[in-house]
C-alpha cells in the first residue's frame, strides 16, 4: 500500500505513554524516562513509537515488521531491545544496566514511486542514578556515530556542562550535525519542533552543522505554569540524494532520508527560581532578626551603665 | 624524663586554641576548594563538605543518608537497603577517629561561626548566653531535625500510617534547607544557590526556609558563639557514636574543685562539664571537643585529652599559667 | 554614741588594747620564728610583716588610694584592685581585741567575730587603718549582724547579699546582681569607674599571686621543706601586704625551697605526722593550734582554712576579655568553688579534704571548731563520717582565743600524734 510521504517519513520516538495505555508505567530518575516496573529485577526503560510532526499531537503508531531496531549500550555494543505491541502502538523495552548515554534506532526503509524513504526515529536515553553515590568530578559524554548500521545520524553537539546530570532548558542553543555514512553532509533541512509547535527551519552548513535556539513556547501565569512538566522537542532532518539501486525487485533513482531526533527539556530556571526573591528573603531575615536580637538584648542588658550610678549613701 | 614524657610535658602547655585555629583555616581551604586540586574523600564525610559547592573535596553524610534512604521497606533487605548500610558504617568508620573533634576542628559552617565570633569580639559586642531553662528546650531541636530528615525520605517512598507518600519536592529536605546549602558555594563565589523556587508550594516553602535560616545563620553566630552548631543533625547523628570514638575526653571528678572555667569558656556553654563530677566521659551532645576546657582547667589532670585510653594532652596548673600569661601584653606594659 | 571616741576612757582602752595586741605578737612570733632553727631566709620578710602589724602606719598603703576592709573571701579582690583601691582582709586573731569586742556582743559569739569588731571599734586593723568602707558578708548569722551595729560604732559597714546555696541557677543570677551593686558602691566610694583594662590588670594581679602560691604548695608537698606555721604566716600576709610586693617575696621564697628540695633539707623526718588542718581559721596571732601541732613532731602539708588555700586557690578564667565576660567570670569564681559551711548542701568540701588527703599523703586531720561557731560544728557530723569512712584518723578540737586551754590542747594533740605515728608504723610493718 503507497503511504502517502508524510505519514510514513515523520516517525519519531517517544518517552510519554498513551492515555489507554494497560501497562505499568513510573517516571524514574533526574532525566524522568519511563520505565517499566513489575516482574523481578531492575526496572526497565520502555520507550513508544509516534508520527507526526507535533508534539502534543502525534499518533502513537505499531511498529512495522519489516522495520530493523538498533539499540547501542554507552559502550557502542549492540544490545537487544524487546517490542511490545499494545493495542494501538509499540513500545520499544529495555533494560538500562550501563551508565550513560543508550542510543536507540528505529530504521525503515521503503521503495515509494522511484525513491527510497529511508526514515530513522532516533534518541538518546541517558541513564544516570546518583542513588549509590558517584565520582565527584562527572564525565563529558561526548556523542557516538553509528556509520555503519545508520545511514543518515543527527547528533546534539554537546554543550558546556554536558554530563551525566546534563538536561536540555529552553533558551539554550542547541546544534545539531547531520552525518551520512559517518561523515558531515550539507544542505540536510532541519525543522525544530517544540513541544506546543512552535517550528523553526534550518539548513546544515558545510559541516553538517544546524543551530537553533530553543525557546521557550508559551507564557502563563506563574501558578498555572508547570515548571517541573519535562517537555520534548522533535528535531525533524530531510535531505534527498541521488543514490540509486534495487531494493526488493523495485527499483529507485534517489533516496531521501528522514531522521527524527526528539529529546526532553525544562523550562529556564529563571522561570521557576529567583536569585532576587532569595536575597530579599535574606536580608529581610538578617535585618529584622537583627533587630528583634539587639532589642530583646537591650531591654535584658544587665551591663548598661546607667546601672552603675549609685544614688544612695550606702 | 624520657622522650614521651617529654613530649607529653611539651602538649600540656601548649596553647590548643592557637594550634586550632591554624587547623580550623587549613581545613576550610581543603574543603571549600579542595576539589580543585582533584582531592577526593568519598561521600560519608561526618562534616558539612557540601557538594553544591563546586570545589568540594567529597559529599556531607547527611546528603548520602537521606538519597539513601529514600527506599522502599522491602528495598532495605535488597542491595540497596546493603549500600545504605555499607555507606553508614564508613560514616562511622570516618567518625569515631576524630569523634566530636570533626565539630571543632574540621567542620566548615564551624569554622566560619568561629571567625564571625572573633569579629563580634573585635568589636566589643558582647555575646549571648542561653539560660539554663531554653538550654533544656532548644537541644532537642537537632534531635527532631535529625529524625525528620530520616523519616521524610522513607515517607517519599513508602506510606507511614495509610497517609499518602510525602511529595518527591520533599527530596533532601534537609539540605533544602540546610545553610551549608547556599554558604559553601560562596566560597567559589557562586550565588546560585541564593534563590526561592516558585514551583510549586512545598518548593516555595522550602526555599524560603532555607533562606530564612541562612539569614539567621548569620545574625544568630554573630550574636551567640556556634549558634548553628546547636541546632545540627549532624551533631546529633554523631553523638550517637561518640562512646565509642577513639580520640575522648574524660574528667577526673574527684579532682574537680567546681571552679567553673571550664564552663565559661565553653562556646557552645555546657554547664556539665563543670557541674557533672561522677561522668568518666564528659563530651555531652553539643560539645565540639575544641579542648578550650581542658586548657582553662587550672587543677593537674582533671580534664584529660584521651586516644584510646592514653593521655595526650591533660589540663595541668603550669600548662594553665603559662596560656594564661601567654594571653597578656598589657601585664607586660604594665609591670 | 559619737563622742565616745574622744572620750578619755576610749582613748586608754585603745593604748591598753594596743599594748597587749603588741605583746600578743611578740609572744607568736617568739614561739614561731625563735623556737624553730630551720626557718627559711626568705621568711624573713613575712616575719617582719608581722611583728609590725599594728606598731606603725602601713608603708605599704598609698595615701592616696581609699583602703577598702573586707571581712570575707567572698568579697571579689580584683574588684577592688581595679577600682584602684585597696583591699586589707580584716579577720583579727587577737585575743585582745576578742575581749573588747565581747562587750558588745553575746558571751557565746564566735571569737573572730568578737575580735574583729573590737578591732574594728577600736582602730586596731593591721597598720592601723582607717577603713574608707567595710565590706560585711551575709555569709555566716554572725558576720551578718555586726552590720546592726555600725550606727553605734560610727563605721561604714556594706552589707554584701550572699545566696544561702550555690548549686541553683537563681543563686548564680542573685550573686552576679550582688556583684554589680558592689561595684556600683565601690565606684562611688572611690570615685573611678571600673574599666575592663583595669579589672583585666587587677584579675592578673591575682592570677599571677595564684601562680605563686600554687607553686608554693607544690613544693610543700613534694618534700617537707617548711613547716605549716611558716605557710600560714605567708598566706596571713596577704591579709593586709601590697600584693606585688607580696608575690615578689613569696617568689624569692619559692627558690629558696626549690633550693632546699635539691639539697635534700627537710624540716622534719620522715615519720613526722603529715596534717591536713580544717575548720574554723587560724588567723594570726592566734596560731596556737598550729605551733603546738609542730612543736609536738606532726608537719602541717595542707589546711583547708579560709585564711589559707581557699583565698588563693581558683583562678579567675575568662573567655573574652572585656567586662561582659569578666564580671561573671569573677562572680563564678567566687561562688561555685567556695567550701565555706554557710552553703548548704556542702559536698564540695568533702570533696576536697578527701581530695587533699590522696593528693598530700595526709595521715591525719586536725577539725578546729571555734566555740560558738555553729557551721563548723555542724559539719563535723558530715566530715567526720566521710574521713572515717576514708579510714583517716581525725582530732576535733573545739577552742576559742584565750590561752587558757593550752594545757588541754597539749595533751589531745599529743596523744593524737603518737596515735598516728603508731598507726604508720603498724602499717609500714
Keep these: ?314 | 624524663m624520657n622522650i614521651l614524657q617529654n613530649i607529653k610535658y611539651k602538649a600540656d602547655n601548649a596553647n590548643v586554641s592557637r594550634l586550632r585555629f591554624w587547623i580550623q583555616l587549613l581545613t576550610f581551604i581543603l574543603i571549600a576548594y579542595g576539589g580543585y586540586l582533584f582531592i577526593h574523600i568519598g561521600s560519608q564525610v561526618p562534616t558539612f563538605a557540601c557538594p553544591y559547592n563546586q570545589g568540594s573535596p567529597g559529599t556531607c553524610y547527611l546528603i548520602a543518608m537521606q538519597h539513601g534512604l529514600h527506599l522502599k521497606w522491602s528495598e532495605l533487605v535488597s542491595y540497596r537497603g546493603l549500600a545504605f548500610f555499607t555507606g553508614f558504617l564508613s560514616f562511622i568508620g570516618f567518625f569515631i577517629v576524630f569523634n566530636k573533634a570533626w565539630c571543632g576542628f574540621i567542620c566548615p559552617l564551624g569554622t566560619l561561626q568561629d571567625w564571625i565570633t572573633k569579629l563580634r569580639y573585635r568589636i566589643g559586642i558582647r555575646f549571648s548566653r542561653y539560660d539554663s531553662l531554653s538550654f533544656q528546650k532548644l537541644k532537642k531541636v537537632k534531635y527532631v531535625l535529625l529524625i525528620l530528615l530520616i523519616a521524610i525520605p522513607l515517607g517519599m517512598s513508602n506510606s507511614f500510617f495509610g497517609l499518602p507518600p510525602i511529595n518527591h519536592d520533599m527530596q533532601a529536605p534537609f539540605c533544602q534547607v540546610c545553610p551549608g546549602r547556599t554558604i559553601m558555594p560562596l566560597a567559589s563565589a557562586d550565588t546560585s544557590q541564593f534563590f526561592i523556587d516558585f514551583t510549586n508550594k512545598t518548593t516555595l516553602v522550602m526555599s524560603t526556609l532555607g533562606m530564612l535560616i541562612t539569614g539567621l545563620f548569620f545574625v544568630g553566630a554573630f550574636a551567640k558563639k556556634r549558634f548553628f552548631c546547636f541546632f545540627c543533625p549532624m551533631s546529633a547523628l554523631q553523638f550517637m557514636f561518640s562512646r565509642i570514638g577513639i580520640l575522648r575526653l574524660t574528667k577526673n571528678g574527684s579532682k574537680c574543685t567546681k571552679c567553673g572555667n571550664c564552663y565559661r569558656v565553653c562556646d557552645v556553654g555546657i554547664l556539665g562539664i563543670a557541674e557533672d563530677i561522677t561522668s568518666k566521659n564528659i563530651v555531652k551532645d553539643d560539645c565540639m571537643m575544641c579542648f578550650k576546657c581542658v586548657e582553662a582547667c587550672p587543677e593537674d589532670d582533671c580534664l584529660d585529652v584521651k586516644v584510646f585510653n592514653a593521655k595526650i594532652f591533660s589540663s595541668t596548673q603550669e600548662g594553665f599559667f603559662k596560656r594564661y600569661n601567654q594571653q597578656d601584653k598589657l601585664v607586660k606594659k604594665n609591670e | 554614741m559619737k563622742d565616745i571616741q574622744q572620750s578619755d576612757r576610749f582613748q586608754r582602752v585603745v593604748k591598753t588594747a594596743s599594748i597587749h595586741y603588741d605583746m600578743e605578737i611578740s609572744k607568736t612570733m617568739a614561739a614561731i620564728a625563735d623556737n624553730f632553727s630551720d626557718n627559711p631566709a626568705a621568711m624573713k620578710y613575712f616575719y617582719e610583716k608581722h611583728r609590725d602589724l599594728i606598731r606603725s602606719e602601713s608603708d605599704g598603703h598609698q595615701p592616696l588610694k581609699k583602703i577598702i576592709s573586707t571581712l570575707c573571701i567572698h568579697v571579689p579582690v580584683e574588684l577592688i584592685l581595679a577600682v584602684g583601691a585597696i583591699p586589707v582582709r580584716s579577720c583579727t586573731g587577737a585575743y585582745s581585741t576578742d575581749q573588747i569586742g565581747a562587750e558588745f556582743l553575746p558571751a557565746k559569739s564566735c571569737p573572730m567575730v568578737k575580735s574583729t569588731l573590737g578591732a574594728i571599734s577600736f582602730n586596731l586593723l593591721p597598720g592601723k587603718i582607717q577603713p574608707d568602707l567595710i565590706i560585711n558578708p551575709a555569709t555566716c548569722d554572725q558576720k551578718k549582724k555586726l552590720g546592726d551595729i555600725d550606727e553605734e560604732l560610727s563605721k561604714k559597714f556594706y552589707l554584701l547579699e550572699m545566696p544561702s546555696t550555690k548549686d541553683s541557677e537563681e543563686a548564680r543570677e542573685y550573686w552576679l546582681q550582688t556583684v554589680f551593686k558592689l561595684i556600683r558602691k565601690l565606684e562611688y566610694v572611690t570615685g573611678n569607674k571600673l574599666t575592663a583594662k583595669s579589672l583585666k590588670l587587677a584579675i592578673r594581679k591575682v592570677a599571677k599571686a595564684q601562680q605563686l602560691y600554687r607553686k608554693f604548695n607544690q613544693l610543700r608537698t613534694a618534700a617537707p621543706v617548711i613547716l605549716g606555721k611558716d605557710a600560714l604566716l605567708v598566706t596571713n600576709a596577704f591579709f593586709f601586704d601590697d600584693i606585688d610586693r607580696w608575690s615578689l617575696y613569696l617568689e624569692l621564697l619559692n627558690d629558696e625551697l626549690e633550693n632546699r628540695i635539691k639539697t635534700n633539707f627537710h624540716v622534719v623526718n620522715e615519720r613526722a605526722p603529715r596534717i591536713l588542718l580544717t575548720g574554723s581559721p587560724s588567723v594570726f596571732p592566734n596560731m596556737k593550734l598550729p605551733i603546738l601541732v609542730e612543736e609536738l613532731g606532726g608537719i602541717i602539708v595542707s589546711e583547708e582554712f579560709c585564711s589559707s588555700s581557699r583565698m588563693l586557690w581558683d583562678t579567675v578564667a575568662v573567655d573574652e576579655w572585656h567586662l561582659y565576660d569578666m564580671i561573671p567570670a569573677i562572680a563564678d569564681r567566687y561562688l561555685k568553688p567556695s567550701t565555706c559551711p554557710n552553703f548548704s548542701p556542702n559536698t564540695d568540701r568533702k570533696r576536697k579534704i578527701l581530695a587533699a588527703i590522696e593528693d598530700y599523703r595526709i595521715d591525719g586531720v586536725v577539725y578546729q571548731t571555734f566555740t560558738g561557731c555553729q557551721l563548723y560544728d555542724m559539719e563535723t557530723r558530715v566530715i567526720g563520717k566521710a574521713l572515717e569512712d576514708a579510714g583517716v584518723q581525725t582530732l576535733f578540737v573545739e577552742t576559742d582565743y584565750s590561752p587558757e586551754d593550752i594545757g588541754q590542747l597539749t595533751t589531745r594533740v599529743e596523744a593524737f600524734l603518737h596515735s598516728l605515728k603508731h598507726n604508720r608504723k603498724k602499717l609500714a610493718l
Design chain 1, 1 to 314: 500500500m503507497m503511504l502517502s510521504l508524510q505519514s510514513v517519513a515523520q516517525i519519531w520516538i517517544s518517552n510519554s505513554a498513551p492515555k489507554e495505555s494497560s501497562l505499568k508505567i513510573a517516571v524514574s530518575g533526574m532525566h524522568k524516562i519511563s520505565a517499566l516496573r513489575g516482574e523481578r529485577g531492575s526496572a526497565k526503560v520502555i520507550q513508544w513509537l509516534r508520527s507526526g510532526s507535533s508534539v502534543e499531537e502525534s499518533l502513537f503508531s505499531q511498529a512495522d515488521s519489516s522495520a530493523s531496531i538498533f539499540l547501542f549500550d554507552p559502550q557502542e555494543q549492540r544490545v537487544a531491545v524487546e517490542t511490545k505491541a499494545d493495542m494501538n502502538s509499540s513500545a520499544f523495552v529495555f533494560k538500562n544496566t550501563e551508565e550513560g548515554y543508550y542510543n536507540l534506532f528505529y530504521l525503515t526503509e521503503k521503495v515509494c514511486n522511484d525513491t527510497l524513504m529511508v526514515s530513522c526515529a532516533s534518541r538518546e536515553i541517558l541513564n544516570h542514578s546518583c542513588r549509590n553515590g558517584h565520582a565527584k568530578e562527572l564525565k563529558y559524554i561526548p556523542y557516538k556515530t553509528f556509520g555503519k548500521d545508520i545511514p543518515m545520524q543527527i547528533v546534539r553537539e554537546r554543550n558546556k556542562g554536558d554530563d551525566l546530570h546534563y538536561f536540555v532548558t529552553s533558551g539554550e542553543r542547541l546544534t545539531f550535525r547531520a552525518l551520512h555514512d559517518g561523515k558531515p553532509i550539507e544542505g540536510v533541512k532541519m525543522t525544530l519542533v517544540s513541544q506546543k509547535g512552535w517550528k523553526n527551519v534550518s539548513y546544515t552548513n558545510l559541516e553538517g552543522v544546524a543551530s537553533f535556539e530553543l525557546i521557550q513556547d508559551y507564557f502563563t501565569n506563574w501558578n498555572m505554569f508547570d515548571v517541573k512538566k519535562v517537555y520534548n522537542y522533535l528535531l525533524i532532518a530531510e535531505k534527498t540524494l541521488p543514490i540509486s539501486g534495487i531494493r526488493n525487485q523495485k527499483s529507485f533513482t534517489q533516496t531521501k532520508y528522514v531522521t527524527t531526533y526528539s529529546e526532553a527539556y525544562l523550562p529556564a530556571k529563571t522561570n521557576y527560581m529567583s536569585l532576587v526573591w532569595g536575597l530579599i528573603v535574606f536580608l529581610v531575615t538578617v535585618i529584622i532578626s537583627f533587630i528583634v536580637v539587639y532589642v530583646y538584648r537591650h531591654k535584658r542588658n544587665v551591663f548598661k551603665k546607667h546601672n552603675y550610678e549609685y544614688t544612695s549613701k550606702y
